[in-house]
């Protein structure tokens, strides 16, 4: 009888380890989530993180997002995961293949992840992640469709169609597709399965040409299970106003042909204070009124970029929601509404 029960826990144990374990979206609403280093470094998330930025807005988080740079290598943050979980929200983890913060930077190239030259570590990641048990997002090289980041398309082939793979595909987005592909399968062989896996870009492409179009980077809806845009208004002196809807629909009606049935997201969104023709309050006032309205009903979770903004020239954007007592009491009177909510559930 010992035995019999022994050997039936073992199965029970085998099952739930190779069964993957995703974030759902809710039922109703949107999922309130966050970027947030106020006490934190953006790789390293401080335990009292998440606390933080719940209390100053008066509401929970879904999830906290944050960035696992291979600065140092190519390491699992352990740290952060475990800070974010205990504090009671899901670990979402922006991986990001660069050494420097130069656009250039070829150290991690895609082709190379392709060609599987970080196999090793990524292995290890996935493995020293397992370990955790901890249900966790990933969004592999985010905003790939922009032209700031070394993994962009633009810095990896571009629109040439000759130098990699399909001769009928650009090389640049195909690279990123593939690099990505990758990855998944090879967390999925160490059997890390408790990763729900984002895909992430902007909502307006630079270049805005055919060739950078959103599905071009798409790795496919067998391997991605959220969907999602980084959404910004002005950033720094010089930048015309735009309304957060004209900015947020462009990528949103992209994501909608994109895929039928996965849960969009507004993964980055925020606006700079103190610059001229922006008023930061009602800014935000109008996003979280947006993503309420019918025809983006596919929106199933909205995230702040809580943090300071350095740009190229050196000059800093306050793109953190507290910038003024303004800002941060229209967004808590818009984030209290009962349609953000901030209950989560996994397909356990």
Aim: proline share 5%.
């Amino acid at each position: 009888m010992k035995i019999t029960v022994i050997l039936l826990v073992s199965v029970f144990n085998i099952f739930c380890q190779s069964k993957e374990v995703k974030l759902l979206p809710p039922d109703e609403g949107i999922y309130h989530t966050a970027f947030s280093t106020i006490y934190s470094s953006s790789n390293n998330v401080a335990a009292n993180e998440v606390s933080y930025f719940e209390n100053l807005t008066g509401k929970k988080i879904v999830w906290l997002n944050f960035q696992s740079d291979w600065f140092d290598g190519i390491k699992f943050p352990a740290e952060s995961v475990k800070n974010i979980w205990q504090s009671g929200a899901i670990p979402s983890i922006r991986m990001l293949p660069w050494s420097t913060y130069d656009k250039n930077d070829k150290t991690y190239s895609l082709k190379k992840i392709v060609d599987g030259k970080f196999d090793k570590e990524l292995r290890k990641w996935a493995k020293d992640l397992k370990q955790t048990g901890i249900p966790v997002l990933i969004g592999f090289a985010g905003e790939p469709n922009g032209d700031w980041f070394p993994w962009s398309g633009i810095q990896n082939g571009g629109g040439n169609k000759t130098g990699y793979g399909d001769k009928d595909l650009a090389d640049g987005p195909e690279l990123y597709r593939d690099a990505y592909r990758h990855i998944i399968d090879l967390f999925k062989d160490e059997g890390a399965l408790k990763v729900t896996w984002i895909f992430h870009v902007n909502s307006v492409g630079a270049p805005d040409e055919e060739w950078n179009d959103i599905k071009n980077y798409y790795p496919g809806d067998n391997y991605i299970d959220w969907i999602g845009i980084s959404a910004y208004g002005a950033q720094r002196w010089g930048e015309s106003y735009q309304r957060f809807v004209d900015i947020m629909r462009p990528g949103y009606d992209q994501l909608l042909k994109l895929s039928d049935n996965k849960p969009i997201a507004i993964l980055e969104f925020g606006v700079a204070d103190y610059l001229p023709n922006v008023n930061k309050a009602l800014w935000i006032q109008s996003a979280l009124y947006t993503v309420q309205q019918p025809e983006f009903s596919r929106i199933k979770a909205i995230g702040w970029w809580h943090s300071t903004w350095i740009n190229h020239d050196g000059t800093m954007s306050a793109i953190q929601v507290d910038s003024s007592p303004e800002a941060l009491r229209f967004y808590k009177e818009a984030i209290a509404q009962p349609v953000f909510v901030t209950e989560f559930k996994l397909n356990k």
